[in-house]
């Protein structure tokens, strides 16, 4: 794993709190409550823009 795949230990509380308060949530709605407690937390949330490839 590279430290870029790697979870930042800052954000393990999170997931463990998000995942107790909500024992019952699919993987999509714990990722979407993640996101969004972070968020709450001052966290920006962006998503890479893929490389462009040139025309060859």
Known sequence: ???KQ???DA???VLASVMQ???GASPDLLARL???E???L????TIPRPA???AS
């Open 1 to 3: 794993m590279t430290p």
């Open 6 to 8: 790697a979870v930042p």
């Open 11 to 13: 954000v393990t509380p």
């Open 21 to 23: 308060e909500h024992p």
């Open 34 to 36: 993640v996101v969004a």
């Open 38 to 40: 972070l968020r709450d």
């Open 42 to 45: 001052g966290w920006q949330i």
């Open 52 to 54: 462009l490839r040139s």
